[in-house]
């Protein structure tokens, strides 16, 4: 066997006449496999090529065991696809199988072998059960307001949002809110604006999830926009002493006399808390 000049290139001659039968090359990996996550039960492909002369036959290995693949194994929801790579019908998590591990591909012939980069097999999961979901809530405003939410577990770490009357409220964007925890979100100086229903949900690369809606309401304190005044009259006349007042829900008034109990036969609460 005579070298023909260049790196893993062998020319074969016969030993009578010089004749050259055929050339060889090394096998070489023109593409590597790379890390990826995937969605449990999704498909994937774990790329993998390969030349040389004569052409490399690829085989797969996880964490150090030789890949079995369909159909040599009628079970195996993995297939060795023409070009090398090895494509998954659909990935598997359970406590009987995981497709989960390092892959790597060799490449071999007669002259040869060579072996991929390592690729990790990451399979995306979302638990079913958030730890901690939110509740109705009151509160006045101007106060602090407690919304707690903490995700279900899950691969990759799942990320949070929440929404308020179905649109997506930044957090980021707001002075007035910052999450807390895993998940919870504090509202400072609430206002009546942000009364509405909200959810959290929390979602990954295997999908999303969302707490049933609760209710913020937020309350104004009472407040006299206008009191009684002092009031002068005669005897035997009818009088009406005002009150205004604000504050969400309704406030309850309730007329009182500085000195003594007022006559209960003789005095009437109107609909807008005037005394008369």
């Given at each position: 066997m005579a070298d023909s000049g260049s790196a893993g290139q062998?020319?074969?001659?016969?030993?009578?006449?010089?004749?050259?039968?055929?050339?060889?090359?090394?096998?070489?990996?023109?593409?590597?496999?790379?890390?990826?996550?995937v969605p449990r039960n999704e498909p994937a492909t774990l790329?993998?090529?390969?030349?040389?002369?004569?052409?490399?036959?690829?085989?797969w290995f996880k964490d150090g065991q030789l890949v079995r693949t369909s159909p040599s194994d009628p079970k195996s929801q993995r297939v060795l696809l023409p070009t090398g790579s090895l494509f998954f019908l659909r990935v598997v998590h359970s406590k009987k199988e995981d497709d989960a591990g390092v892959y790597w591909c060799e490449a071999s012939s007669d002259v040869g072998t060579v072996i991929s980069n390592n690729a990790t097999l990451e399979i995306a999961v979302l638990r079913d059960d958030f730890r901690a979901t939110p509740a109705d809530t009151v509160v006045a405003a101007g106060e602090v307001a407690l919304l707690e939410c903490m995700p279900p577990r899950g691969h990759p770490e799942p990320l949070v949002r929440w929404r308020k009357n179905g649109q997506v409220v930044n957090i980021q964007a707001s002075h007035r809110h910052e999450f807390v925890?895993?998940?919870?979100?504090?509202?400072?100086?609430?206002?009546?604006?942000d009364a509405g229903q909200y959810t959290?949900?929390?979602?990954?690369?295997?999908?999303?999830?969302?707490?049933?809606?609760?209710?913020?309401?937020?309350?104004?304190?009472?407040?006299?926009?206008?009191?009684?005044?002092?009031?002068?009259?005669?005897?035997?006349?009818?009088?009406?002493?005002?009150?205004?007042v604000s504050g969400d829900p309704p406030p309850l008034v309730t007329w009182r006399r500085l000195r003594g109990d007022l006559p209960e036969h003789r005095t009437t609460v109107l609909e807008d808390h005037t005394l008369r």
């Amino acid at each position: 066997m005579a070298d023909s000049g260049s790196a893993g290139q062998f020319c074969l001659e016969a030993e009578g006449g010089g004749q050259r039968l055929g050339s060889y090359r090394s096998p070489r990996i023109t593409e590597h496999p790379t890390d990826m996550t995937v969605p449990r039960n999704e498909p994937a492909t774990l790329n993998c090529k390969a030349e040389g002369k004569p052409a490399p036959t690829i085989r797969w290995f996880k964490d150090g065991q030789l890949v079995r693949t369909s159909p040599s194994d009628p079970k195996s929801q993995r297939v060795l696809l023409p070009t090398g790579s090895l494509f998954f019908l659909r990935v598997v998590h359970s406590k009987k199988e995981d497709d989960a591990g390092v892959y790597w591909c060799e490449a071999s012939s007669d002259v040869g072998t060579v072996i991929s980069n390592n690729a990790t097999l990451e399979i995306a999961v979302l638990r079913d059960d958030f730890r901690a979901t939110p509740a109705d809530t009151v509160v006045a405003a101007g106060e602090v307001a407690l919304l707690e939410c903490m995700p279900p577990r899950g691969h990759p770490e799942p990320l949070v949002r929440w929404r308020k009357n179905g649109q997506v409220v930044n957090i980021q964007a707001s002075h007035r809110h910052e999450f807390v925890d895993e998940g919870s979100v504090v509202i400072r100086d609430v206002e009546q604006s942000d009364a509405g229903q909200y959810t959290c949900e929390a979602w990954n690369l295997a999908g999303s999830k969302t707490t049933p809606p609760i209710q913020l309401s937020v309350h104004i304190k009472p407040a006299f926009i206008r009191g009684p005044r002092d009031t002068v009259t005669l005897t035997e006349r009818t009088v009406e002493l005002e009150c205004e007042v604000s504050g969400d829900p309704p406030p309850l008034v309730t007329w009182r006399r500085l000195r003594g109990d007022l006559p209960e036969h003789r005095t009437t609460v109107l609909e807008d808390h005037t005394l008369r």
